[in-house]
């Protein structure tokens, strides 16, 4: 045996006892043992027979009903010769740069005003933003 060959097999040695000790201290550190616990069995698709169900019918509750229909398309106006959203907006925000160098105007938009697919008026009502 070469001199190799048994510094190989002493570090196989160390690192398997080494394996060992760490695996017992984990296991060591749990309080509570592991409990072996059993999956729920399911009924096979089929085994059951059909059954019939019964329902009550109410009439007020199968019309249309409200909400609002997809896509939604914002609304424009004509200001001057432009045309531009139909929106409002709070009070200017002025945010600053965290170094304090820059500091911007930000308009926070408060109402948007949009149609859905049925024409119908939809207006989303934003609340004003807090000052970072």
Do not use: C, H
């Not at 925000?93 to 008026?121: M, Q």
Request: charged letters at 25%; hydrophobic letters at 40%; a positive charge.
């Amino acid at each position: 045996m070469t001199l190799a060959q048994e510094r190989a097999g002493i570090r196989a040695g160390v690192a398997a006892a080494r394996a060992n000790t760490l695996r017992r201290d984990l296991n060591s550190l749990e309080t509570q043992r592991r409990q072996i616990q059993v999956l729920n069995t399911l009924e096979r698709r089929g085994a059951r027979p059909a059954t019939k169900g019964r329902g009550l019918w109410n009439p007020a509750a199968a019309g249309v009903g409200g909400g609002v229909a997809s896509p939604l398309t914002e609304q424009t106006k004509v200001v001057g010769a432009d045309t531009v959203p139909d929106r409002d907006y709070w009070p200017d925000l002025v945010l600053t740069s965290s170094d304090g160098i820059f500091t911007y105007e930000v308009p926070p938009v408060k109402t948007l005003k949009l149609k859905d697919a049925n024409e119908a008026d939809v207006i989303v009502n934003l609340a004003q933003p807090v000052a970072p």
